[in-house]
Every structure is written in structure tokens, then in C-alpha cells.
């Protein structure tokens, strides 16, 4: 595949990075610049692109541009003990119209993912996660997609397609590759009831930001079950990052979204992960473009610890538990690597696939031996049946 349309990173941060010491980021990481065009793929591991497709940011014009000053903050940040080779392909400009814009960075990620590489997506309105799930089609794999955000941005099917109407076109839209959406740190106030009602009629998995406030861990089996990551900057609380113009007083804070940010790369499954709604004239002394830096390095240092449990290779690593619940029994799985937990569900009315694992928590388990069902394994069930 050719990536002539992508523009290199800026000559000024191109030249920042180079005055920085070896053992930083912008010494580590192959960039594309106009002296050395697009830096070698094979073996690589992580690739960022910028997107500079805004014109889809509801109530956010200026989303999309000077992604140079996140990457000024990525590259003089100084990587762990990483094995990853990591790549800035630069960043895809505008298109004519946003329908070039999403066709390009299809194309872009068919490619990646196909090649083993997780494209780190910097945009942009969030209306481009449409565009990311899309770029499954090619792929012909059904999609797990969790959205890091306050509302839900359902809009309606009738409705162009934004930032704020996404999720309506993903869902309801053929061919229809999802199989499961999750929110994490939805603010209820945001959102109608009748959005609320909705989802949880779709059995799809829904948390208010209180929840995740309460008990971080809970998104872990969350992110080990998704493919497509997608991270609205305004989640995150005005306070600590303030380039969005819908950024609201609650959210997340910092050291918050960065946590989220490393339970998304230590997912064996999650495949493409993006950050979007960044305005960079909103950016008070560069806060949020630091922020968002630090994010994609706790990506970066999450997927350097994967432990590759997925898919399951064999069940001899792992420790099971049956528990009778009900009419039912299930089936609990412990890995003895990282002791991390999953359950099996079963579909009996599929006569090529009698069960699904899924991940879950030492808690769910302790739950089903109170004879409570968890919550993902009934939505789950439901889903199969």
C-alpha cells in the first residue's frame, strides 16, 4: 500500500526531537519527516497518525489541527524497559470532502491491522471512530467497541453523521460487524433516559463515571474484550484539560484517563486506539496536548506488558472453576500466568460454536458463588440466544 497522501511531522518538531537526549521517545521512534519520508514497517509494533479532520466536531471548530505540539510532549517523554518498535507515520490532511478523510484513514488502518501494527489515532471530531469501525469491514471480523466518554452520541440514524451521532450509524448501519458497545464514565445527566433504556435493551455494557471513580479495576475486562478503542478528550474534566470546547466540569482526572489509557494497551484484543476532540487554540499553556502525550505512553507501556492470554491457547495454563448457579452452571477460568479471570458462555442454538469466553473479575466469580449471575455473562447470554 502506497502512504504518499500522508503528510509528514512538522520540520519544527522534527528538529525539537533531535536536540533531545538518545534515551527519549523522539530518539526511539522511526518518524516520518520530509528528509527521510516514511520510515520501514517491518517489525513494527505501534503506529501513530494524526487526523486533520474536524469539520464533524459538533459545537468544536478547530478540532484537528497543531497535533505537533502533542507530539513535541510524546517525544521528550523517556520509554521503559519496551521491546515495541513504534513508528509516527505523520498525519492524513484534510480531504475534500470528510468522506475522503474516512476512506483514507480506512484504507490506512486495513492495512496496519492487517500487518500486526495498532494504529494510534490522534483526531480529530470523534465522529472518526466511525471511520476506524468501518475499517473492519475489510478485515471480516465482528467488533468490539468501547467508547471513553460523557455522553453516549447516539443521535439518530437520520442524522449526518458527527460527533455527537456516531454510535446511531455504528449500530444500526449494514453490514453490521458489532457485536458489542461499551461506555466508560457516561455522566447520567448528559444522556436521556430513553438512551439509557436503549442500550440496556441491546445488552450492551454501560459505566457512569462514579462507578469508575470508585473501582478503576472494573474497566479491565471491559478492554480485554474490545478491539476498537475510543477516547473523547472532554471525558477528562475541564480542569485538567481544557482544549475542547465541550469540555464540562466533571470527568476524569488525569492520572484517571492515563490508568484507562494503559488497561487499553495491555488488552491482548484491542487492535486500533484513538484520541479525539483535541483544539489545540483552546490549550491553556499546552495542558491538554502534555495530557494526551502522557496517555498515549501509558498505552505504549500497557501493550509493552501484554501477556498474550488471548485468544486462549491452552486450557492447561488455566484454572477452572465450575459453579452451579440457578438452572445453570458456569464455568470459571483463572490464568495461572496473570490470574486474570474469565467465564464461559454458551449458546446451544449455534450448532458450530457451543460456548464464548469472556473476560470477567475475581468479584463476578465470588458473585456467582452467592448465586448472583454476573451482569456481563447474562448480557452476554442474552446476546448468543
Given at each position: 500500500?502506497?502512504?504518499?497522501?500522508?503528510?509528514?511531522?512538522?520540520?519544527?518538531?522534527?528538529?525539537?526531537?533531535?536536540?533531545?537526549?538518545?534515551?527519549?521517545?523522539?530518539?526511539?521512534?522511526?518518524?516520518?519527516?520530509?528528509?527521510?519520508?516514511?520510515?520501514?514497517?517491518?517489525?513494527?509494533?505501534?503506529?501513530?497518525?494524526?487526523?486533520?479532520?474536524?469539520?464533524?466536531?459538533?459545537?468544536?471548530y478547530g478540532a484537528g489541527n497543531n497535533f505537533g505540539v502533542i507530539r513535541k510532549y510524546l517525544y521528550q517523554?523517556?520509554?521503559?524497559?519496551?521491546?515495541?518498535?513504534?513508528?509516527?507515520?505523520?498525519?492524513?490532511?484534510?480531504?475534500?470532502?470528510?468522506?475522503?478523510?474516512?476512506?483514507?484513514?480506512?484504507?490506512?488502518?486495513?492495512?496496519?491491522?492487517?500487518?500486526?501494527?495498532?494504529?494510534?489515532?490522534?483526531?480529530?471530531?470523534?465522529?472518526?471512530?466511525?471511520?476506524?469501525?468501518?475499517?473492519?469491514?475489510?478485515?471480516?471480523?465482528?467488533?468490539?467497541?468501547?467508547?471513553?466518554?460523557?455522553?453516549?452520541?447516539?443521535?439518530?440514524?437520520?442524522?449526518?453523521?458527527?460527533?455527537?451521532?456516531?454510535?446511531?450509524?455504528?449500530?444500526?448501519?449494514?453490514?453490521?460487524?458489532?457485536?458489542?458497545?461499551?461506555?466508560?464514565?457516561?455522566?447520567?445527566?448528559?444522556?436521556?433516559?430513553?438512551?439509557?433504556?436503549?442500550?440496556?435493551?441491546?445488552?450492551?455494557?454501560?459505566?457512569?463515571?462514579?462507578?469508575?471513580?470508585?473501582?478503576?479495576?472494573?474497566?479491565?475486562?471491559?478492554?480485554?474484550?474490545?478491539?476498537?478503542?475510543?477516547?473523547?478528550?472532554?471525558?477528562?474534566?475541564?480542569?485538567?484539560?481544557?482544549?475542547?470546547?465541550?469540555?464540562?466540569?466533571?470527568?476524569?482526572?488525569?492520572?484517571?484517563?492515563?490508568?484507562?489509557?494503559?488497561?487499553?494497551?495491555?488488552?491482548?484484543?484491542?487492535?486500533?486506539?484513538?484520541?479525539?476532540?483535541?483544539?489545540?487554540?483552546?490549550?491553556?499553556?499546552?495542558?491538554?496536548?502534555?495530557?494526551?502525550?502522557?496517555?498515549?505512553?501509558?498505552?505504549?507501556?500497557?501493550?509493552?506488558?501484554?501477556?498474550?492470554?488471548?485468544?486462549?491457547?491452552?486450557?492447561?495454563?488455566?484454572?477452572?472453576?465450575?459453579?452451579?448457579?440457578?438452572?445453570?452452571?458456569?464455568?470459571?477460568?483463572?490464568?495461572?500466568?496473570?490470574?486474570?479471570?474469565?467465564?464461559?458462555?454458551?449458546?446451544?442454538?449455534?450448532?458450530?460454536?457451543?460456548?464464548?469466553?469472556?473476560?470477567?473479575?475475581?468479584?463476578?466469580?465470588?458473585?456467582?458463588?452467592?448465586?448472583?449471575?454476573?451482569?456481563?455473562?447474562?448480557?452476554?447470554?442474552?446476546?448468543?440466544?
Amino acid at each position: 500500500m502506497s502512504f504518499e497522501f500522508l503528510n509528514p511531522v512538522e520540520d519544527v518538531v522534527v528538529a525539537h526531537s533531535a536536540l533531545l537526549p538518545n534515551q527519549s521517545l523522539g530518539q526511539r521512534i522511526a518518524i516520518h519527516s520530509k528528509q527521510n519520508g516514511i520510515p520501514e514497517l517491518k517489525g513494527v509494533h505501534i503506529a501513530i497518525i494524526g487526523v486533520e479532520e474536524g469539520r464533524r466536531a459538533e459545537d468544536n471548530y478547530g478540532a484537528g489541527n497543531n497535533f505537533g505540539v502533542i507530539r513535541k510532549y510524546l517525544y521528550q517523554l523517556f520509554p521503559g524497559n519496551w521491546f515495541s518498535k513504534i513508528v509516527d507515520l505523520g498525519n492524513i490532511p484534510q480531504g475534500e470532502t470528510e468522506e475522503d478523510s474516512y476512506f483514507a484513514l480506512q484504507e490506512i488502518i486495513v492495512y496496519l491491522v492487517k500487518h500486526n501494527i495498532i494504529p494510534i489515532i490522534i483526531g480529530g471530531g470523534q465522529d472518526l471512530t466511525y471511520a476506524n469501525y468501518r475499517a473492519y469491514d475489510k478485515l471480516e471480523q465482528t467488533v468490539n467497541l468501547t467508547t471513553v466518554d460523557t455522553k453516549f452520541d447516539l443521535g439518530t440514524i437520520e442524522e449526518e453523521i458527527s460527533s455527537t451521532s456516531f454510535l446511531s450509524k455504528v449500530i444500526m448501519e449494514q453490514p453490521s460487524n458489532l457485536f458489542n458497545y461499551s461506555n466508560i464514565g457516561y455522566q447520567t445527566y448528559f444522556n436521556s433516559q430513553e438512551e439509557i433504556d436503549l442500550l440496556e435493551k441491546l445488552y450492551f455494557d454501560t459505566y457512569r463515571l462514579g462507578e469508575i471513580t470508585n473501582d478503576i479495576k472494573i474497566v479491565e475486562p471491559v478492554f480485554r474484550d474490545t478491539d476498537v478503542v475510543s477516547i473523547d478528550i472532554g471525558s477528562v474534566r475541564r480542569a485538567e484539560a481544557p482544549a475542547n470546547n465541550n469540555a464540562v466540569p466533571n470527568g476524569f482526572y488525569g492520572e484517571t484517563i492515563c490508568a484507562i489509557s494503559r488497561y487499553a494497551g495491555i488488552s491482548d484484543k484491542v487492535s486500533s486506539f484513538g484520541i479525539y476532540e483535541y483544539n489545540a487554540k483552546l490549550d491553556e499553556k499546552d495542558q491538554t496536548a502534555h495530557l494526551i502525550a502522557q496517555m498515549i505512553w501509558y498505552f505504549i507501556e500497557g501493550f509493552n506488558f501484554r501477556t498474550n492470554e488471548y485468544p486462549f491457547t491452552s486450557k492447561k495454563d488455566y484454572t477452572k472453576y465450575i459453579v452451579p448457579i440457578e438452572d445453570t452452571t458456569i464455568n470459571f477460568f483463572k490464568s495461572n500466568k496473570s490470574d486474570r479471570w474469565w467465564m464461559e458462555v454458551e449458546h446451544p442454538n449455534n450448532k458450530t460454536t457451543k460456548h464464548t469466553l469472556i473476560p470477567c473479575t475475581y468479584q463476578d466469580y465470588l458473585r456467582a458463588g452467592n448465586q448472583v449471575i454476573p451482569e456481563r455473562w447474562w448480557k452476554t447470554f442474552r446476546k448468543l440466544n
